[in-house]
């Protein structure tokens, strides 16, 4: 039987760290329902509170987890640094209209006890001095790429920055992209296209181009959750040289690969073109020395016309990944 009827965790959970996970699941295992209100005041603008309730709901999934409910943004709260009793005052007067009566409060903070009595209820303290979890949000706000180990590794795909590699065929991007994710002690994201482009036997629609967009978005999605990306993850081509294909090889493209490649300008957090300074090597599904030119051209319009800043990469691996690495140094995520 537990302890409680009703328990209350309130926090930032900027971002959601494995001390906030300990105090949730410390009390789920005390109550028989548990609310979670993320509050604060200024909200984060890399972290908004929407952001910061899905890292919850994917944590704490609802099919796992029905006895824990997310209470959602309340209107106008107090800033931050404002006093304890207003903060109080507040919380009471929202909790009240939500009908949210907890009759214990689990936190991890000084303010936890004054806060449970202002609500009426008791006040349980979880590994105040950090002992089970030694890190903090503001550790982690900090330098979260230093502190990952403490973060699920869903929550940590939220700061992994995607780059991409581009360039026509036999520019090395393989090769490249496999090297800068050993450099980077990452992962990388392989080239969809191929897999689809064999399955198929080179026989494509439109439809195959979309699915091969959409499966390398995915792929981009595993790679950062995986646990063993750190920083960046890096991805061999993008949507927009899909659309490239799509349109040489069936002579259209569908548009939900449109909205897709608009998309790639604001995916990435930096673009790299592989130089065409590389002998060009056969592999039974390449063309020629001339119409990757001709790829090539088409790749680099295309970044012009959408704007999209890139960097152009030559020379040996070896040199490629320095020029790579002197790009990204210091680059903000």
């Not at 995916?267 to 001339?290: A, K, L, M, P």
Request: glycine fraction near 6%.
């Amino acid at each position: 039987m537990p302890e409680f009827e009703h328990g209350l965790v309130v926090g930032k959970f900027a971002p959601l760290h494995a001390g906030h996970e300990l105090l949730i699941r410390t009390a789920l295992s005390a109550c028989e329902r548990v609310s979670v209100w993320c509050y604060a005041r200024p909200d984060f603008a890399q972290m908004p509170s929407p952001v910061r309730r899905g890292w919850l709901r994917q944590v704490f999934p609802a099919h796992l987890y029905p006895t824990l409910k997310l209470l959602p943004d309340a209107p106008n709260p107090p800033l931050d640094r404002e006093a304890d009793d207003i903060h109080r005052a507040y919380c009471r007067r929202v909790l009240e209209g939500w009908n949210v009566r907890p009759d214990a409060v689990f936190s991890s903070e000084d303010y936890g006890e004054g806060f449970a009595a202002a609500l009426g209820a008791t006040h349980r303290m979880v590994d105040r001095e950090r002992t089970e979890v030694p890190v903090s949000g503001t550790a982690l706000r900090r330098d979260v790429h230093a502190h990952r180990h403490f973060l699920n590794p869903l929550v940590y795909a939220h700061f992994v920055g995607r780059v991409v590699i581009l360039g026509a065929e036999s520019t090395g991007k393989s090769t490249l992209s496999a090297a800068l994710a050993e450099h980077f002690g990452t992962v990388f994201v392989r080239e969809y296209g191929r897999d689809v482009y064999e399955r198929e036997n080179g026989a494509l629609t439109p439809e195959h181009f979309l699915e091969i967009a959409l499966g390398h978005r995915a792929l981009e999605r595993e790679a950062a959750s995986s646990g063993q990306a750190r920083r960046f993850v890096f991805s061999d081509t993008d949507a927009a040289t899909t659309l490239m294909w799509s349109y040489l090889l069936t002579g259209t493209a569908l548009p939900g690969l449109h909205a897709l490649a608009d998309e790639c300008k604001a995916r990435y957090v930096h673009t790299f073109v592989c130089d065409t300074d590389i002998e060009f090597e056969q592999d039974g599904w390449r063309s020629n020395t001339e119409v990757r030119a001709v790829q090539q051209a088409h790749i680099l319009q295309d970044l012009n016309t959408r704007g999209v800043k890139y960097t152009l990469v030559s020379g040996s691996i070896q040199e490629r990944v320095a020029q790579v690495a002197a790009s990204l140094q210091g680059t903000a995520l």
